[in-house]
Nanobody
């Protein structure tokens, strides 16, 4: 069971970036994926979640209207499209799952399987 994030990098304020979370060893069908982010000395913040069916999506207030989460079952991948980024979006971004189906839980402590993270830096 493995999750692997990619797509991070350096982006200017107002720019866009798309992060990918590829699952291996298991199918994302019927499994929720949650995106978190973390800055040094802060707890991981839940920012977006997509449920197992791909029909329910949850966003934190800090990214609502700017970030979009979607699933591509054929590629066993969940994407996080980031638009209109700000300096406050600078963080390491992680995807995670607990093999549940619904996006009820946004506390990082409840998630068991994590990717290695991808760094997003917003800088002019």
């Amino acid at each position: 069971v493995q999750l692997s994030e990619s797509g991070g990098g350096l982006v200017q304020p107002g720019g866009s970036l798309r992060l990918s979370c590829v699952a291996s060893g298991f199918s994302l069908a019927d499994t929720k994926i949650h995106w978190f982010r973390q800055i040094p000395e802060k707890e991981r913040e839940g920012i977006a979640c997509i449920d197992g069916l791909g029909s329910e999506k949850w966003y934190a207030d800090s990214v609502e209207g700017r970030f979009t989460i979607r699933r591509d079952k054929s590629k066993n991948t969940v994407y996080l499209q980031m638009k209109n980024v700000t300096f406050e979006d600078t963080a390491v971004y992680y995807c995670a799952t607990d093999f549940g189906s619904f996006c009820f839980q946004h506390d990082a402590a409840t998630y068991t399987y994590w990717g290695q993270g991808t760094q997003v830096t917003v800088s002019s």
